[in-house]
């Protein structure tokens, strides 16, 4: 069995709220995500302008409430998928949001006809029960292992690209049959004609400089997260940025704007 690991960081703020039942929240200070990575200076003053307009009970006009999670699975509840830590879903009040690691088809594609028979069709459809039983749009985000079309790639065209994981025919129209059930891939939605912005790179052939890339990382959200006036939650921008290193992936992200 394979294991993957996926995580996801919620900023806990002060108030009381439970998540899976459990009560959440103390007077702690929690530390910002910077702060296990580089030590902190005093005189940056980098908490002063997190905190700016955070009264306990709401960040500007936004509730604290509509921002703390309500449950947390971190399996599908599908016997055939669960069991190598591919996904963390996270149940907000206005949304859910799932960090997922789609199973990649391998070098040689073997596991190329469970990615596309059986996790693509079986993910979408969990995604569709919870937007039905939940009554709220859902997101889902990461490393989703497709280059979608030929704006996603720097080579297309390229000979091996349809016997390559990530460019396959199959996986490419397995993602298409996603984004066909009702889902909009959010980068791609605000920026049509981008060319050129990939998320990740070879390290092994060096192609991080040169920009010789993939696009694999994404947000899929539910249609009407990209309509304003359709909910409280609101897609207001996707982007990627590529400078921040670490990986063979960058950071790719989604801001969203939450109504009062």
């Known amino acids: 069995m394979l294991l993957q690991v996926t ?28 702060a296990f990575f580089k030590p902190s200076s005093k005189k940056t003053g980098s908490n002063k302008s997190e905190e700016e307009g955070y009264d306990g009970m709401a960040i500007g006009d936004v509730p604290i409430s509509l921002l703390q999670p309500i449950n947390v699975e971190t399996e599908l509840g599908m016997p055939a998928h669960d ?39 079986d993910f979408l459809a969990k995604h569709q029960q919870l937007e039905k039983d939940g009554k709220k749009p859902v997101i889902w985000l990461g490393d989703l292992n497709v280059a979608y079309d030929e704006k996603d790639t720097w080579n297309e065209g390229a000979k091996h690209l349809p016997k390559s994981s990530a460019t396959t025919p199959e996986e490419r129209r397995g993602f ?8 909009v891939d959010a980068f791609r939605h605000l920026h049509p004609e981008g060319r050129g912005h990939y998320s990740y790179w ?32 609101c897609v207001r921008d996707s982007y990627i940025l590529p400078d921040e290193v670490g990986s063979d992936h960058c950071p790719v992200v989604l801001e969203i704007e939450i109504k009062k």
Do not use: H
């Open 7 to 34: 995580a996801t960081f919620v900023r806990k703020r002060g108030g009381k709220s439970s998540v899976n039942g459990k009560p959440q929240g103390d007077k702690k200070k929690q530390a910002k995500l910077g």
């Open 83 to 121: 069991g190598e830590g591919r996904t963390i879903t996270v149940e907000y009040p206005l949304f859910y949001l799932t960090n997922v690691y789609v199973p990649n088809s391998g070098a040689k594609l073997e596991r190329l006809g469970y990615r596309t028979e059986q996790w693509d069709q």
């Open 176 to 183: 298409e049959q996603q984004l066909s059930a009702g889902y």
């Open 202 to 233: 070879s390290q092994r052939a060096g192609n991080r400089e040169p920009n010789k890339g993939l696009r694999l990382d994404y947000f899929i959200c539910s249609k009407e997260l990209m309509e304003d006036g359709k909910g409280k939650a």
